[in-house]
């Protein structure tokens, strides 16, 4: 393989941004690294997975799959990242032909940013709730505003009925001859939540989350909220988004947020049923091993935050000489605690509102976005449910706040790197991104949007687990093995196991694959049930990749010359794929064997290094 320059692959040059910085303190990536891991709308929708695993039953599964799976990604997006200094775009210099990727999931972050606000608004407007003398979901202050409710729905926990043994009902035959019939058919019992109704009073619908629900409303208060929640983004863009002083924010973000969950863990632990909690941690059930396995896919991809690429953008602020190994290991594992702390906190709500309808079996309890609707319930029934309310919606509001800054800080980083011109206006555009951000999101203001977004997760579950599939192609494969140890022990003085190489090209793709086929499938059902603008964002999400992608290879062999393989060859080449420092640049010279980068360099024999 033939190192090549821009210039003479007919492709606009790469210039480094010399503006863009470095984290203050090296650790500052490994707080970046662990804060993807309160993505926590992935442990609230129980509707789709109720995970009970515990340490017993899920480290040993986690482990391995932090060998084969979670570290080496995390490790391939940060060689990209640091070894070139750029985005989630312009580091597919190491592959050109594939760069669409890179385009592909800009879009798609952007539009994920618009509904993952919602993450964000419903706890902010909970916490302002929380401030009322009295709960509004409280038994007390649920008579003031609960009117009009259905027969289902005055079943509730303020109005406990628990389901009869059995129903005797009665039946005759017809005809001379015939004797009467009787049967017993069995009563359940559904009790609805105070904390998860009062959402729906916030739309005047008692349908929400129902996906036959056709009358459009909107939430003023839900509006006031998303205004308020992107103009603290806008705040920070305009004053606090350089990389040094984005490090220390997001460095205390992950402090604050781990005190305050240790803590709620703590008081949470006094709930009635939590000795079952913990049980489950340390004497698992088979049924508890076998959900840990199943939640390895969920658990994994939780761990990458809620867009692609992040990794590479948060590695770029690194010094090239950065342990991405030892780091990644260091995320990895503090993430596992981090989740395991969710899940528990989730666990402890869900059986509490199990115990307090006394675990009859004809009885059940709803769970609807456990930690953000279902919860509030629990604490209204704490001494100072007030100051436990507030204390849980501002963690779930500042965690939503971290993601979307973080995530918002990659697209713009991905896209001053790639787009040179627009350096110059960083300000403007970034502006003008968030109030485009801004517009989009109040969709999600809607009863509509709160139901429908679903979609949308499982839609970008399955691309990025489709991208993850195509970047072991492009390192791995194209760019290869030998090439990618070598650059990876040029930059850390560390190698890259060649048995891990091996499991991430043969093994890993096939578990990928069924997550994939999965992720269809349930994507498919989910855009069965929902609307023309959620079916919109799906095909941003789902197909337009797959047309955009190779039709980004096509247009840059067409730009080349030569026969078909030729033109193939060339552009997989890497262009421009050299560190920025200066220094590090001419050790990189040196060692593959040339001093100028400005012509064609020589080929690389596998023995260099």
Request: glycine share 6%.
């Amino acid at each position: 393989m033939v190192y090549e320059t821009s210039y003479e692959s007919g492709r606009q040059p790469f210039v480094p941004d010399t503006q863009r910085g470095n984290w203050l303190h090296p650790n500052d990536f490994i707080y970046a690294g662990l804060s993807l891991a309160f993505r926590i709308d992935i442990f609230s929708m129980s509707w789709y997975l109720t995970m009970e695993s515990g340490v017993v039953s899920f480290l040993p599964v986690y482990l391995i799959s932090l060998a084969v799976y979670i570290i080496p990604f995390i490790v391939i997006q940060s060689f990209m990242g640091q070894f070139s200094s750029s985005g989630f775009i312009s580091s597919f210099r190491l592959a050109p032909l594939f760069k669409g990727i890179g385009y592909v999931t800009l879009a798609m972050n952007i539009c994920v940013l618009t509904y993952y606000s919602i993450f964000a608004m419903v706890p902010l407007l909970y916490f302002f709730a929380s401030m009322n003398p009295t709960l509004p979901w409280s038994c007390e202050g649920f008579k003031t505003w609960a009117q009009n409710l259905t027969e289902d729905q005055e079943i509730n926990l303020c109005n406990m009925k628990f389901g009869n043994l059995t129903e005797f009902i009665e039946g005759s035959g017809s005809g001379e001859g015939t004797n009467e019939t009787s049967s017993y058919h069995d009563n359940y019992v559904n009790h609805h939540i105070p904390s998860v109704l009062y959402f729906h009073s916030l739309f005047h619908d008692l349908n929400l989350f129902d996906y036959n629900d056709v009358d459009y409303s909107m939430s003023w208060q839900l509006i006031l909220c998303a205004l308020f929640v992107w103009a603290i983004v806008a705040v920070i863009v305009y004053r606090f988004f350089k990389t040094e002083t984005f490090g220390v924010i997001v460095r205390y973000c992950v402090w604050t947020l781990l005190g305050i969950l240790v803590f709620l863990l703590i008081r949470f632990s006094f709930l009635p049923g939590a000795e079952k909690v913990y049980r489950h941690l340390f004497i698992p059930t088979w049924r508890d091993i076998g959900a840990g396995i199943a939640a390895i896919p969920i658990y994994g991809i939780s761990g990458f935050g809620p867009g692609w690429g992040l990794f590479i953008t948060l590695s770029s602020y690194n010094k090239f000489k950065t342990n991405i190994v030892k780091y990644s290991w260091i995320i990895g594992l503090g993430q596992f605690f981090l989740i395991l702390g969710i899940d528990m906190l989730q666990n402890f709500t869900e059986v509490y509102l199990r115990v307090k309808t006394e675990n009859n079996y004809y009885s059940e309890v709803e769970n609807i976005w456990t930690l953000y609707l279902s919860s509030g319930s629990v604490m209204a029934d704490m001494p100072w449910p007030n100051f436990w309310s507030m204390l849980l919606y501002f963690m779930l509001f500042l965690s939503g706040m971290l993601l979307i800054l973080i995530q918002l800080n990659s697209i713009l980083t991905t896209i001053f790197d790639e787009f040179v011109k627009l350096r110059e206006k960083k300000l403007e555009v970034s502006m003008a991104l968030v109030g485009l951000m801004t517009a989009v999101s109040l969709y999600f203001t809607s009863n509509h949007g709160v139901t429908y977004f679903t979609a949308l997760a499982v839609d970008t579950y399955t691309t990025h687990t489709a991208i993850n599939l195509l970047l072991i192609l492009v390192v791995l494969w194209i760019y290869g093995r030998v090439r990618f140890q070598r650059d990876f022990e040029f930059m850390t003085n560390h190698r890259f196991s060649t048995w891990n190489i091996n499991i991430l090209r043969f093994v890993a793709p096939m578990g990928m694959l069924l997550a994939l086929l999965l992720g269809i499938i349930v994507a498919f059902y989910e855009h069965m049930l929902s609307n023309v603008i959620i079916a919109i964002l799906g095909f941003i999400f789902m197909l337009l990749p797959w047309l955009f992608i190779p039709g980004y290879a096509a247009h840059s062999m067409l730009q080349s010359m030569g026969s078909f393989k030729t033109r193939f060859q060339r552009c997989c080449r890497p262009t421009d794929w050299y560190p920025t420092q200066p220094e590090d640049r001419q050790r990189y010279e040196e060692a593959m064997g040339n001093m100028e980068i400005t012509h064609q360099l020589n080929e690389v024999t596998d023995d260099v290094l």
